[in-house]
């Protein structure tokens, strides 16, 4: 899988994490300004970035690997909260 690392367009401190599959170019994100780019293999909890990524000339830094297991972190969360509340109701009116 690849990835690109874009600032989060509301909270502009906030880095976020845009996983995607081989069969797309980095190059489809370019519009999102990418800080950091390149490959991404993910196993349990374990998340290792390598490469580079030749159509946006970027590289993956090192805290890449922290914001992906956060944003799987949290993907898995907003998972678990649709199985158990799948209406999205969180009993507020």
Known sequence: MKYVIIKNPIIQELEEAVIFPDS??????????????????????????????????????????????RAIDTKQKIFIEDEINPEGKNGID
Do not use: M, W
């Open 24 to 69: 797309l170019t980095h190059r489809c994100f370019k519009l999102f300004n990418p800080i950091s780019a390149g490959f991404v293999t993910i196993e349990c909890n374990d998340v290792h970035v390598y490469g580079y990524s030749e159509s946006l000339q970027l590289r993956p830094r090192p805290q890449d690997e922290e914001i992906i297991k």
